[in-house]
């Protein structure tokens, strides 16, 4: 009986000792557990606080890169407009230059054509005055055989030089006899029924034709046959 009693005491100690012993095991793996939760909510946290400052200096810096662009830009543009309004003076400059240097070739030019004209009209007046004093010299000279009259034969020798001189400055005669009457170049004065020559060939020259260059300084007095 005795023994029972000590045995049931013995258990109660036990029993007690148990029930302490699990409640500290239990309290101290919930301070375990309390703890590592609130390591890995630290860490989280820890985490989170990097991940933030992170994502804060890349938008810092990713802002200032912006602001330097931007800073960087504003001259850079304002250098490009004055460089472009530089180059658009220039271009102006440029072409009022390129069209005052067309305008005076064009100018030379035309005032170069309007010389050669005014000389070349110039001539050609003063030929037309002359070839009156070449008819006369014609005329007195076929009136006198050559070598009869020492005085004749000064005038055709003067005639002669007359006739050179005109031929240098591009003077010459228009041929009118035996050739086809070209209205250009002749002048009919009469008209005669020939049927030993062609028609409309010129049969006589009643007074000289002569051109200079290329222009006809006065048409050939002819009479053509039908």
Known sequence: MIIEIKEMEFVAENKEKMEEFSTEEAVKEAVENAEAMAEEATSENTAEEASEETANESSEESSKEEKEEKEGKKPFKKKEKKKDKRDEQIEQLTDRVT???????????RTDQEKAQMFGNGQKAIVEKILPVVDNFERGL?????????????????????????????????????????????????????????ENIVVEEFQKGYMMNDSVVRHSMVKVAN
């Open 142 to 198: 076929a009136t006198v055989e050559e070598g009869a009259d020492p005085f004749a034969d000064g005038m055709l020798m003067i005639y002669k030089q007359l006739l050179t001189t005109l031929e240098e400055i591009g003077v010459k005669p228009i041929e009118a006899v035996g050739k086809e009457f070209n209205p250009d170049f002749h002048n009919a004065v009469m008209h005669v029924d020939d049927e030993e020559v062609g």
């Open 99 to 109: 069209r005052q240097m067309a305008e005076f070739e064009n100018f030379r030019r």
